[in-house]
């Protein structure tokens, strides 16, 4: 059999490519992917214990744009959530994104905006245009605050100080002077209603002449599948041999721990809630132990299950070969991208999408985008020839 595109990777990227392709231009695709399962990082499962969780660390969906909510409400309803989290540090909770809640939380007392405000005016260091990551802290919340919440996550994270790290990365999270604890600032923000992994499934049911191939590398296929052009997702150092060098990521180890109900009991005091081991979806943890956070989804999925899973996460130095899950976000890293990006451009029928091919931390909306963009391009490319 021939395929008009042979896909390697079966994320967002890759399947948001299958479905367009075979929908709008009738093209056939094979889909192939060297992990068991449907949709990259972003897949969730049921546990042994009963338990829906992500897979690949929490994946919480938001957008602000009306094209990608247009484009996956196809294929799923939404369970509207407000992702809420704490961070933990000198044996307690803190409420996080720092907003006046958590300013009330460290001057013992009840306050206001305009206190809050005045106190942020007094400590922030005046810089023009934040450089980097801790310029951009530093800037709006000062030292104190920084120190307490970013500093050591990042540090923990990323095995860099926030100084080295672009101004984007820790600008990912809000900063507040009233009481909105949200963790994002998108206007929509849900899951999809019956997890990613159906969402996926139903992608792929809406597309015909598209193909999956699970647990196999496309190295394996290349040359035994006919197929017209290639769209590869997979990191681009790995495509080409890592012959301008191994790119900088950072990677991850899961560590997920269930509890019965029985179990739980003893924490009820700690969640607040009956079925939880802790009072909110995530904790992050910035200054002790080794992880960064913890994740209990049941807080997002509102599964109606007696048992929970927590998922500790653990940063981790990226080996060649290994999980890459994070582009590390420095002009360096940026650089060494360059020299591929040059060697991308000149290739006649491969095209690269996604968070590891543009070396780009990406969030699964703006993936999405990209993704549909790209299609336009193919479009547009076909029409041409
Ligand atoms: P991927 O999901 O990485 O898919 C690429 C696929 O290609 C993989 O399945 C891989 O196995 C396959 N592949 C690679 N090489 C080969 C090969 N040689 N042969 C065969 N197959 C291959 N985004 C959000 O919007 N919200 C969040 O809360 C969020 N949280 C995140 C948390 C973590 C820990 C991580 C790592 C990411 C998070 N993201 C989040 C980002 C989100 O995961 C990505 O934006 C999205 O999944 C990228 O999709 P993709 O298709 O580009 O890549
Ligand atoms: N960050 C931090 N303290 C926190 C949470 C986040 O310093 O409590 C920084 C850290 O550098 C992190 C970045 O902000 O990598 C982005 O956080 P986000 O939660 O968006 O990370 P992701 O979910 O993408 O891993």
Known sequence: ?????????????????????????????????????????????????????????????????????????????????????????????????????????????????????????????????????????????????????????????????PAELDASVCARIPLRTN???????EKFQALPAAGYTRMFERILAASPRVHVLLKADYREVMNTVSHTKLIYTGAIDEFYDYRAGVLPYRSLRFEPESFTPEQLKVREEISGHAGFWQPALQVNYPNEFDFTRIVEVKHATGQLCTNTTIVREYPADYVRGGEAYYPVPTEESRRAYSAYAEIARNEKNTYFAGRLATYRYLNMDQIVDAALDLFETIRADRSAA
């Open 1 to 161: 059999m021939h395929y008009d595109y042979l896909i390697v990777g079966a994320g967002f990227s890759g399947l948001v490519l299958a479905e367009r392709l075979s929908n709008e231009l009738g093209a056939s695709c094979l889909v192939v992917d060297r992990r068991a399962h449907l949709g990259g990082n972003a897949a969730d499962e049921y546990d042994d214990h009963g338990v829906l969780v992500h897979k690949y660390g929490p994946h919480y969906f938001r957008t602000d744009s009306a094209r990608v909510l247009d484009y996956l409400s196809r294929f799923t309803s939404w369970r509207p959530v407000n992702y809420q989290i704490l961070s933990w540090t000198k044996q307690r909770y803190w409420k996080f994104p720092v907003n006046l809640n958590t300013f009330e939380q460290m001057i013992g007392r009840p306050s206001t905006e305009e206190e809050f405000k005045a106190h942020l005016e007094k400590v922030r260091v005046p810089i023009a245009n934040p450089a980097n990551s801790e310029e951009i802290i530093i800037s709006q919340i000062g030292w104190e605050l920084y120190e307490k919440f970013f500093k050591g996550y990042t540090q923990k994270q990323w095995r860099k100080s």
């Open 179 to 185: 009481r909105d604890d949200a963790y994002l600032r």
